[in-house]
């Protein structure tokens, strides 16, 4: 167990499906974070939340919309993905990145 | 911005033999560097860190790292592979240079796959 609880592990979603990724810490990190991992490619941050709030959003579609309700939960909102969506997705928590981030075990997902 | 190159893509060794993977930063003045693990079809683990004090750092599975402020390098080595240690590796470093919210965030590197073969 890392800290870091996704779920589903694992989504199986058509294009036209609506979903939501759920991450969960008890750390008392105060910032969390998601991550794109697609095969053979960099790991890309999408979002970033301090204090419940969204500090960063590098360049996301929006058919992917994040909310972070209070500083424990943090959750990807997804709706009519396309194929190339599918992949990894990582959260993260952290104390302000100081001493590293603690991931989540991700979710695979597949877009159909 | 703080960048991280992960020289080699990808690493195959035989069991038992030695191994490095190589990571350079952008210069800064104050980071604190990290390696991560990932094993197939999981999330990253903290393998090791450096904060302060002894530039090498140790993990509880035999890796070991060495901060080299000079070259900007954070390198991870092990004197002996072990099948179990194929894996995905990657560096990381915290700015502690950059203000606001930007403080502390973590910049990765490529990743370095890493193939031990009996």
């Not at chain 1, 779920?7 to 499906?17: E, S």
């Not at chain 1, 979903?19 to 970033?48: D, R």
């Not at chain 1, 302000?96 to 075990?105: D, K, L, M, N, V």
């Not at chain 2, 060794?13 to 999981?42: D, G, H, K, M, T």
Request: with cysteine; net charge neutral.
């Amino acid at each position: 167990e890392t800290g870091v609880t996704q779920t589903p592990r694992h989504l199986v979603m058509g294009m036209t499906n609506k979903k939501s990724l759920k991450c969960e810490q008890h750390l008392g990190h105060n910032a969390m974070y998601w991550y794109k991992q697609s095969a053979k490619k960099p790991l890309e941050l999408m979002f970033v939340y301090n204090f419940k709030e969204q500090t960063e959003n590098n360049s996301v579609p929006s058919r992917f919309s994040p909310e972070c309700p209070n500083s424990s939960h943090l959750f990807l909102h997804l709706h009519t993905l396309q194929p190339e969506d599918s992949a990894l997705y990582l959260c993260a928590s952290s104390l302000r990145g100081i001493y590293g981030y603690t991931f989540g075990s991700g979710t695979r997902l597949t877009v159909v | 911005a703080q960048s991280v190159t992960q020289l080699d893509s990808q690493v195959p060794v035989f069991e038992e033999a030695p191994v490095e993977l190589r990571c350079n930063y952008s210069s800064s003045v104050s980071v604190y560097l990290f390696w991560y693990v990932q094993y197939p079809n999981q999330g990253l683990q903290l393998l090791l860190k450096y904060l302060s004090g002894s530039t090498l750092v140790e993990s509880i599975n035999g890796f070991e790292a060495e901060f080299n402020k000079s070259q900007t390098s954070f390198h991870l080595r092990k004197p002996s592979v072990h099948i179990s240690d194929t894996a995905e590796y990657f560096c990381a470093v915290s700015d502690l240079n950059a203000g606001g919210t930007s403080y502390g965030k973590l910049t990765f590197g490529q990743g370095t796959i890493l193939t031990v073969h009996p």
